[in-house]
Every structure is written in structure tokens, then in C-alpha cells.
């Protein structure tokens, strides 16, 4: 019995997700796995945060009831346990031998963006001519994954389309566009929040136009009209709130103020039945300006209607809807913490992926109408707020570590190779609780912490400089550090092959980079986030060949006890010139240094 135990609640702490086996009966493959199961998998073996109260429905298929906090000792008999888990293993084993090396999704939706023309801006749809809204939406998503050439390429298509009054086109049109024109507004204003070298003269000339227009701009009409005039001017007034602060005008932020003081009593916003796209992009808007009460107001029925596979119908009693509504859907449920709608409508988006790692326009009943790009964009979007929200709640995540783990003795090892004073980075840091080792072991040491959420950098000790940013885009000049590292974070990241890429950026040559990580082989029996990736030896090693040389693989214990077999350290000395690669040729795999257009700001 106690072997039993050990092995069906082997890295899962002291409470395992099992629901029972069966037919009829809920399983831990019929519903999606997510964030809200397990906050993070960051320590396991009790040195992470407590495993949160699983949330499955309230009744079977079969409406037998399902208990919601399922304690493995007590809950379910030992041979469930065991069933459940060897269930797990058999089946995550079956998937790894298939699809060993097929992308994920996001990895292919990133591969469709990378197969499409880069002398002209995107089409909403094969064979349409390209649209500067769509574009431009586009060019912050790309930023956020490090796709830095493509983001260069239609940034430039984009800014050679701007008309003399600065507005943007509708798509094969010579005409001015309210909403494209917001949009590159938008892409504008977060490319320089993001710390972009980006010309004020565009954005601004693109202001004063939406500034006119705004002043003069009517909601007048009954019905439809008035409802798509509405959205229209909540979307433009939002871009110039946003854009006023960036390029200094209060007479552009008093124009937002007033239309965006008519919009809220011109409509019904809670009277909407339909999730529109336009209905979408309005409640995306109220949100960014901090209305969240009336943005999950507008959401009401969208909310209400989403089906137990997670999609949303065009209207009430339809057999279809569309995929770029259900992941812009997707993106404002992470935004509004509503974890579990946006987690089934990401797994229903997941399930409708084609081959090529594009949508349909629609899905359902209706006949396909081309691959949409706005599906991309508001999946990939919705994607990346999955994994950044599950990190919300700082406190769940450890802050010490024991003096004796292996993973802190091989970094702390290391370090001790780089010199007396090196200047190192912590990529994906969390609250700093291996910077707070070294700085104590290593007081000369430069350290710096880099973490997506701000809420983790807040949390570093006095004397560690903390920058704002993920592996796939780090805030720092090329060869800026003598060595990073980065623990338990690799397996976050939604393209790691680029996230090493990223990591050996910085790192001068002569430096080191050590990465240390969960093995491939321990995940089927643990429970684990469903975007997490583990990895195999040689996987991770051939990526880093490609810039370093010196490389070594081994694995480490961890815990106080000082188990081994579930982590693996990488290390490598980064290479004067790193080699091409073939798939660098042919231009899959990003260049380490893209400075022309984009860059850090100074």
C-alpha cells in the first residue's frame, strides 16, 4: 500500500486530481487541464505552493454527483488512484510517441504568421488585399514572441500605407478608416510603452486625424446603427486616451473624455445579444480604460451562452459561430479573471486548429470562407495571458530554498566559475529566491531579476535590480551579461527553441548560460500546467549548440531529501560567433540580433 501511494501521488503533493473512471463519467481527459487545478508547478515534492481545490463540474455526464475537493487519502481507494495514474502515463506516453515532433499550437500559429508575404501587411483572409487594422494589431503580439523580423517587416509596410491626413485605409480602399486607424494608434502606443524606438510623427499625425473626426462624430441613429456607431467611437476615444500621455497632449485625452462620456448612455451595453466582433472590440476597450464592471457587463451574453465545449454560437439557436470572436473572447475572460470560460474556449480553439496552424473564419455548419489572421492574432494573445495570469498571485510561490537543494548548489557552482564581480541575470526570477542565496554567498556579484509580472519583481530584495520582461523577450543589449540562468522557467515558455536563442543573445561571448529543468520522462505521472513543456536531454542541448560550446547535461537533486531523476541541468559556454544553423538559412529560427528599426529603448 504505501508503494502503491507513493507511486500514484508522486510529485502531486498531498492531493491528487482523480476524478473517477468509466463510461459516463467525467475523467481527468474529459475536461481541459488549467490554471486554476494547479496554480504553479514550479517546486514540487512540497516545495511549492499548495495544489489548489480542483474545480470540476457539479455533475457527471451520467448526473452523478462529482466532488470538488477530491484529498487523495481519503476520497478515493488506492486502486482508483492507481488506475487514474497509470491511466495518465499510458496515454501521455502514447501522445509524446506521436507527436514528438509536431509542434504545439502556438508554435504552429506562430509558423502560419512566418509563412505569410512580408513585402505587404496582412489580409484578414486569403486573397483579400492586406488590411492596416489587422496589421497593426498584430505588431504588439509579435513583440511579445520575439518575432522581431517579422515585426520590422510590416511596421515598415505599415508606416509606408499612412495617408497624408494620417489616417490608415480600409483594406483595398482609398478611403480613411476610424478603426484601422485606432488600431495602429494602439500598436503605436504599446510598442513605445514596451520600451521601442518607435517615431512619434506617425502616431501623432494619426492622433490629430482621429482628434478631428472624434470632434465632429455623431451617434445619431435607432436600432444596429447606433450600436456599431457607438463601439466605433468607444474604440477610437481609447486609443487616443491611450496615445494622449506617450506624445504629450491634453487636448487629445479631453476629446476621448467627452465622446467616451456620450458612448456610455448611448446604448444599452447589457441589451447586446450577439457576440459581434465589433461588440468584442468595445468591451476590449472599456476594459483598457478600466471599466471592468461595464466591459464584464457587455460580455453578459457571450457569457451566458458559451456551450461545455467551450465555444460561443454567432447568435442564440445557431450551429456555427467565428473563431477570431472565440479567441478575442478567450483573451478578455484571462483579462477579467474569469479562468475557466477563456480555459474551455482556448481548448476548443485548440481543437479547431488546421494542419497549416490557422482557423477558419467560422466554425460549425457553415461552409469555410478561408483561414482567418484575426484568429491568430486574438489566439495567440489569449495564449499568452493564460500562462502570464496563472502567475498573478505572487504569495502561492516559494521564496526560500534550502541551502542543501542540488539546485541551488549548481547554480551557486556555477556562479563561482564567472569571476569575482560577473554581472548575472535570473530569467524568469518569480520572487527571487535564488538571487537572495547568491547575493548572500556572492556579495560582489551584479545581479539582476527578470520576470514578467511586476507584481514578483516587487517582491526582490534591496540591492537586486529587477527589469520587466519574459525569455522570449529580455530586456538587455546583446552580450550585456557574463552568464544568466534560468530555473524552472524554460518549461513556461510558449516557444522555447527561441527562448534559448534569447538567452544566448545576452550572454558575451565567453560567458556561460545554465538552464535547469524538468526531465520529459517524469511528466506523464505529474500533474503539471497545460501549456508546460518538460524536456529531454538532447532536446535542449541541440538548441543551445547552435551558439555554445562546452556543454553539459546532467542531472541534480532537489529537496531536502535529495531525490534525483526529475531535474536536468544544462550548461554551455557561449561561442565568439555562433554557426548557422539550416533552419536559420532558411529563416525559421530568428537571428540573435534584430536592431535596424526596433530596438531598446536607451
Known sequence: MPGLRKLALEQTGRRAIMPPLGSGTW?????????????????????????????WPACSA???????????????????????????????????????????????AVNWLNQQSRSVGLAVRCGAPPCPGLTAALLPTLLEFGQLELLEDWLGWLLSAQRSDGSFTQAG?????????????????????????????????????????????????????????????????????????????????????????????????????????????????WLTLGEVDLARDILRWPSSRQRRDGSVPATEHATWGENDVLAHLSALWFRLGERDRADRALAFLHRQQRPSGGWWQRWGRSLPTGESAWAVNHYLDAARLQVATSFDQPNELPTAIAANDG????????????????????????????????????????????????????????????RTGSLLRIPAGDGEFDGVFAVESLEHSLLPERAVDELCRVVRPGGKILIIDKHRARQPLSLHQPWERWFLPETVEHWMARHCGDLRVEPITHGPAGKTGLFLCWQGTRRACAYASPAEVSGSVPKLARNSLISPAA
Open 62 to 108: 451520467s448526473g452523478t454527483p462529482v466532488t470538488s475537493d477530491l484529498a487523495a487519502d481519503r476520497a478515493w481507494p488506492w486502486h482508483r488512484r492507481l488506475a487514474s495514474a497509470a491511466t495518465r502515463r499510458v496515454r501521455a506516453w502514447c501522445r509524446s510517441a506521436a507527436d514528438d515532433h509536431r509542434p504545439t499550437p502556438v508554435e504552429s
Open 173 to 285: 480602399m482609398d478611403v480613411g478608416s476610424f478603426l484601422n486607424t485606432a488600431e495602429a494608434l494602439v500598436a503605436l502606443t504599446e510598442l513605445a510603452a514596451a520600451g521601442m524606438v518607435v517615431a512619434h510623427d506617425p502616431a501623432r499625425r494619426a492622433a490629430e486625424y482621429l482628434n478631428q473626426r472624434l470632434a465632429d462624430f455623431s451617434l445619431a441613429g435607432t436600432g444596429g446603427d447606433r450600436r456599431l456607431r457607438t463601439a466605433v467611437s468607444v474604440r477610437c476615444a481609447a486609443a487616443l486616451s491611450g496615445a494622449g500621455p506617450w506624445l504629450g497632449s491634453k487636448r487629445w485625452q479631453q476629446t476621448a473624455d467627452d465622446v467616451l462620456v456620450r458612448s456610455r448612455g448611448a446604448v444599452d451595453w447589457h441589451l447586446w445579444n450577439e457576440p459581434g466582433r465589433l461588440v468584442v472590440q468595445a468591451a476590449d476597450a
Open 407 to 466: 539546485r541551488l548548489v549548481a547554480v551557486r557552482d556555477w556562479l563561482a566559475t564567472l569571476g569575482i564581480a560577473p554581472k548575472v541575470a535570473d530569467v524568469g526570477c518569480g520572487p527571487g529566491r535564488f538571487l537572495c542565496e547568491l547575493r548572500r554567498v556572492v556579495p560582489h556579484a551584479r545581479l539582476v531579476g527578470i520576470d514578467p509580472a511586476p507584481a514578483m519583481l516587487r517582491r526582490l530584495p534591496p540591492g537586486i535590480e529587477s
Open 27 to 55: 475523467s481527468c481527459f474529459d475536461a481541459p487541464m488549467h490554471s486554476d487545478i494547479l496554480r504553479s508547478n514550479r517546486g514540487p515534492e512540497g516545495d511549492g505552493p499548495a495544489v489548489a481545490a480542483p474545480r
